[in-house]
């Protein structure tokens, strides 16, 4: 597994399924988006599943178990979002290792049925397993695409890049987290931060303007900004330009980066665990398409532009004095 | 944890996810049975997730990567099967622990291509993740129901109780690989055991018999024949006598029995992993039925019958000696 970093790894896998399974005429879209699309009896089926691991994405010392709960549904919620999908159904695996009381697992099941009961879906139970390696949750999310999915690929040149919400906090809350850092509660800004991480908002809310809009592709960033940019720009095959000085740094990150001892900018660019939405529409309709979030409580901010073709991909950012330069980083698990 | 086993903390989560979410008449069959079946626009969806974790399912040492990729979908897909479910489609996450070579996913991926290939579902991919604790396979399948899904409950008095090919073998195959009994390869007797443990064959084959008798109700056997007997009794309210005698015994099941020195209709009772059915069916069609599943390959036989009505459900066994007793036991997580 060294030998492949994750992203080489996945594309390769991506590659062999799609020639094998990819050519049947039920799949829409296949391994390599958000979410896989499927097409049953004339009705667009979305199936996303996400695995979180103790150690690997969040540690029991400060991972309650309601938001762990919440949480591990609201990931995948949000990649059927991604997906143009209404999500209406969720299964739940649960890894215990024996040692949790019966309150952690009513706790993380209050947690998810929390989440779903506020977002409409439906949770259908799960499988309870014993994990002598670490607590583990895998999440499945099911729904629908009314109309055609929307894709990573499909990013045109002209196309502006809007990102909802304020990236980098979750990352910052991570931080917070895991430095053990005192007092938190009592400061909102820092409280906001570990909200963020602890109990993402998928934005079902935006599902009405990503269909009613002519969105030409989105993913949900959840490995950080720069590399789900990335990907989206290899999937259209364009370049992508980020306006540093454009994207939405809220006080709360710039205060709790501070905090963590870390760079805000840095935080937002390659911080990972968003889960909000990013975009590609044509430019002149993106000022419409942030207001309409906007109206509905989303915020929304166009911090680039797909600027050129590419042929492999590539995400370049515009710095403040007006250099432009290749962006790299993010969350890799390998 | 402790303070519960495994069977009551998981009717518990039924009952408060059945209070929550079941009564929305759009889930047809909500947790406590194999899969959970929801309608979406007319259309009976069955969805399912399964985990399987290093060291609690599997070693490593002993697992090979293409039987691990096999089995994680074959798992899910009997689950499909037994609610008369065809199985359209399987995404798997993967947690690895950074540590597994190239060729290892490359050989997990090609198990669950093949398994797919064979039973004819699509395979979407999935989330590769990393898991520092260990390796770990969740698997989705989705799958449709054309009828009416078949449950765990509605045995009645008078069914027949009928299971599928051999019970036992698998558990004896996994005492085999645990115990590490050499030269196993040589013999085929014990070969089989372990084939069974490593690549349990899901019963897709049934589908047509399930659906042309009149089945009462079906489960698939993961965690033993009693304690599923049991759950099939518990849902239906009916007591359950199997005829020990007519349990169906294989050769390669006393033989590897007598290998790792356990007793043969022990495994077949308690020993879990057989992925096989279980069908309450009229008795008066029992016959037909099992010779309907033989015409295809499928071994079918007939071990019991359901007695009377019981409030909580039981299993009874009957001796060889006539004499008939209590039932219990099984792979229980907790």
Chains 1, 2 share one sequence.
């Not at 906090?169 to 850092?181: R, S």
């Not at 990335?230 to 939405?248: D, G, I, N, W, Y």
Request: glycine letters at 10%.
């Amino acid at each position: 597994m060294k030998e492949l970093g994750e992203y080489p790894l996945v594309a390769r896998l991506c590659e062999r399924l799609e020639r094998i399974f990819g050519i049947d005429e039920r799949v829409l879209v296949g391994l390599g988006d958000d979410a896989a699309v499927l097409e049953i009896n004339g009705i667009h089926l979305v199936l996303t599943i996400d695995t979180q691991l103790e150690n690997a994405h969040f540690r029991r010392n400060w991972m309650p178990a309601f938001d762990l709960g919440w949480k591990s549904v609201a990931i995948s919620i949000s990649d059927i979002v991604a997906m143009g999908g209404k999500p209406v159904a969720a299964l739940l695996g649960l890894g215990l290792t024996g040692e949790e009381s019966v309150a952690f697992v009513d706790e993380f099941y209050e947690g998810a049925i929390s989440l779903c009961q506020s977002t409409g879906i439906l949770l259908l139970g799960g499988d309870t397993v014993r994990s002598p390696i670490g607590l583990m949750v895998s999440s499945v999310v099911l729904g629908v695409v009314e109309g055609e999915p929307i894709k990573r690929k499909g990013a045109q040149v002209g196309d502006a890049i809007v990102v909802t919400g304020f990236v980098g906090e979750a990352a910052a809350g991570f931080w917070l987290l895991e430095k053990e850092v005192s007092d938190i509660a009592s400061l909102p800004t820092l409280q906001r931060c570990v909200e963020k991480f602890r109990r993402p908002t998928p934005r079902t809310g935006a599902l009405q303007a990503l269909h009613s809009f002519p969105v030409h592709a989105a993913i949900d960033i959840s490995d950080g900004l720069v590399i789900d940019a990335q990907r989206m720009a290899a999937a259209s095959k364009v370049q992508v330009v980020l306006e540093l000085a454009k994207l939405p740094l809220s006080e709360s990150l710039r205060e709790a980066a501070k905090v963590v001892g870390k760079d805000a900018l840095t935080l937002a660019l390659t911080g990972g665990e968003d889960y909000e939405l990013l975009v590609a529409i044509p430019s002149p309709k993106a000022d419409e398409f942030c207001q309409a979030l906007k109206a509905i409580g989303i915020p929304a901010h166009q911090i680039g532009t797909v600027s050129a073709t590419h042929s492999e991909g590539e995400v370049l950012g515009r710095n403040f004095d007006g250099t432009v330069s290749a962006l790299r980083g993010g969350f890799q698990h390998f």
